[in-house]
Every structure is written in C-alpha cells, then in structure tokens.
C-alpha cells in the first residue's frame, strides 16, 4: 500500500534539546528531503517565532519537485473569532499549500490548559479547521495527546476527530505527544478509529518509551496510511519516531511503499547530511543508516558474512545506502584482516607466512591497548610493512626530553634525538612549545636532509586516553594523534605506560608512513585501509 510519509524534522525536530538549524539550513534540508521523496515537509511554526517566518517567506527559493510545504499551528484562541486570531493569520500568510493545525484531545488538556468547555473545544477544532480549508489548504489535523485522552475519555476523544473530520481535514493525525503509550494499546486505538472514520489516518509518535517507530509501524498495520516522523529520531524530549527506520521498514519489511526503492538508496547520505548540519554526529548504532549498522568485529560472524551476508544482516546495506564493514579486532578472525585485502587484491600480495604474521601483530598489539579501528595511519603502516618487509629508513638510536619551568616563567621543552638512517647517524637538538612538540621538531630535522619532501605533514588533533585507571598513576595510556596534508587526515597511536614514550611511538610511526608513501606509492593500499577503519 501507499504510505505518505510527512517530515517534521524542521518543526519537531528543532524542539530536540541540541537542535539548532539556521534558516538557511532549513531551506537546504528541505531540498534535501524533497530529493528523498517525502511527501510532506513541515516547516516550522509561522506564528511562534520569526526564524519561522523567514523560512516560509524564503520558502520561494526552494524548488520542490515532489513535496508540499507545510505550515504548523493550533486551533484559533478561545477568545478570538477566527478570522481575528493571529496564529491562524500567520498560517494563511506562509503561503503553503498544505497546513497542519493541532487541537486538544483530552479533556484534562482542555478544563486545565485552555479553561473551555469540551464543547467549545469542539467549536474551535471545526471552525479552525473550516477557514483553512475554505483559504484553499489541505489540512492535516493533529489529535494532540490522541492516545492519552482516549484513555481517559475514549467519547470526547472521538469526537473532537469526529469535529475536524466534519470540517474538512484531509488527514487527522493521531498523536502520542507524550510518548507513553504501550505498542499494543495504541494499535487497538488506531484500528477502532480507523473503523470508524473515512478517509486517511496519520500517527506521529514519540519516543519516551523507546517504541516510537514500533509503534509507528503497529499504527499502519492498523490501518494509519499517513506517517510522520522526523530524520534521524530529532525531536523534544527522547526525540520523534525516527523517519529513516520508519521509511526501510515499511519498504522493506512490510511490503510498503513510501518514497521506493531507488530513494531508499539514499537515505544513509540524507541522513548524513541533515546530522552535519545539526552538527550532532550520526549516531554509529543508529539502525540501518550508521557506521555501525552492518559492521562486523566477531570472527565467527566474519567468515560467516563473507560466505553468506544473510547470516548476520537483516538486509543488504546498500538498500539503503549504507555499506557492510569488517573492523579490525582482537576479536576477529584471519577473516577480517583478510577480507578487505582481498577485496582490493592485496591478499594475493601476501604469502601465506605474511598474512599469519601481520595478524598476529595486530592481535598483540591489540591486546596491548592499540586500537587500530581508530587508527587508520598505524594500520595502514603494518600492512605496508607486511608488504615491503625490511623497509624500515631509520632507526632510533636514543630520544631525550626536558621541561623546565620557573615559578612565574612559561616553561620550556628541549629534545635531543638521534636516528640512524641509511647514510650515518643524525642527531639534533630543538625546542618546543611542550615535550612532544620539541620531539617532533627534533626527528623531522634529524631526517630532513635525507628526506626533504616528508615537511608537508601538520599534527591537527591530539588525544589521551587512560587505559586501565584502576592501577592508578602506572595506568597505561594511548595516544592517538590526528595528521593532515592537506588532501586528507589520518591517525597514528601509541601505548605505553609513559604518556611521552606513547606520543613518540605514534610520533614515529606517521613518520614511517609519510616515507612509506612518498616511496612506495600504493594507492590499493590506502582505500583498504580507508575502507577498513571508516568503511563509508
Ligand atoms: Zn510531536
């Protein structure tokens, strides 16, 4: 069956305690959504705050292809006649063909919240809902607190829709506003109001409990055919039903259609895109849109998804856009380590004897407190000596740091290093701002002369993190340090119980990448490890 889906990521959505998008992001993400499909996008609140009315005023420089606009607000005030009532002014004003007006439902709401009688109520649904229709909008009426006001006054709850169905409205919502209600209940609500009344049902939960898309999806098995949500699982509070995994499910598990197969194959970038606007990070585990969605550590999980990716994933990632991954882990198999490498034709580049070695580096390694997955630079560095053994340019024959530091003065690093490298021993002495950064210095100017081009490489982040703190000050730590040339950043990582020693072994180890890549150019090897540590 068809299932129109409706997007109130950039009116709930916003609600969401870090949610903050310019009016400009609105516009971007509203085009977005259109080139996914949606079939309704709602736009703000016009009467609740001018950042909304700007969007709808600039709404002309969208070109929707698909979508309708939607303009949200609420029933006129109980004091004023209708065509007075500012709100419902602002809504005609946004110039959107389509509207979505929320009522009250439960009758708490409407003797403590508005102070009216359940009449009035009623009067104020169908009046509101009557102008806007005959101001040419389609209207979506949203039942506010549906569930919970049917179950406490199942009779009134019924006729304030009853109202709103009267008076015109081409969708009436039926909302779990506050999030609470348990799956099965809500389904039995849905399909008595779907015997009931003509025309589309809608539902639009919230995720308090955890069950907002569950309950969602029990909703359209119940007869709802109108779904709203918003991207990502946004919204105040625990969020709104999340609209991606709305989406997939009901195109690929239950036979719908919502915005069809060839834009589902988008969805992991939409997702994406609107989450680097909200500036909050895709969560990894986020169900079939994250990086971890059909990631695969295990080593029996491995080696059973390269004969078969049936065995441990629901459906095939790029259904939806996303990607299947294998991490690198001391959990894993040879099947992981082996995978990718095969896949960019590097396995056959290895005997036998090579493979098995690389793997137990790694494991070691791991076992040590390396964490590779994060790591992609180390890692790429051990396959690169897997492949070129022997390939070492330069050995460290001792590294010194001091700090020094008087009671009022900035304190002061000084490094001495001394490699030695295919033409001698070098060794040099430099400050710096702070110990690793005089160590840095140090060994770039002991191999500068041999290797002049290696200077193009900056440090851009730096982090510490304690292993095991229950051993107090002998915890270990690893340290992961990010690098950037320009066209790409990768990381490097040390661990030691001595956090200088832990930099220096990262330190070193991007050195001897940055040399491996400048000699030994091997791009296959950059996209599998690339493909290994941050999949897409
Ligand atoms: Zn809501």
Redesign the pocket.
Known sequence: MRISTFD?TLR?GTQGESIAFSVDDKLVIAQKLDDLGIDYIEGGWPGSNPKDKEFFARAGELQLQHAKLTAFGSTRFAKNPVHEDRNVQALVAAGTPVVSIFGKTWDLHVKRALGISLDENLVLIAETVKYLIDHGKEVVYDAEHFFDGYHANSDYALRTVEAAANAGAGVLCL?D?NGGTPTSRLAEIVAEVRRRFEGTIGI?T?NDSDVAVANTLAAVEAGATHVQGCMNGY??RCG?ANLASVISNLELKLGHTTIGSDKLASLTSVCRFISELANLPLRNDQPFVGRSAFAHKGGVHVSAVLKDSATYEHIKPELVGNRQRVLVSDLSGRGNIMYKLKQHGLADRLDEGARAELLERIKQMEYEGYELEAAEGTFELLVREALHPGTQFFDVESYEVATRATANGPSHSTATVTVKANDGVHSSTANGHGPFHALHVCLRKCLSKLYPQIADVRLTDYKVRVLDSYQGTAAKVRVLIEWSDHKRSWTTVGVSDNVIEASWKALVDAIRLELMRLTEKDTSIEKAVEDYCWGV
């Open positions: 109130t709930d909302c506003t639009h919230h919204g105040e709104n």
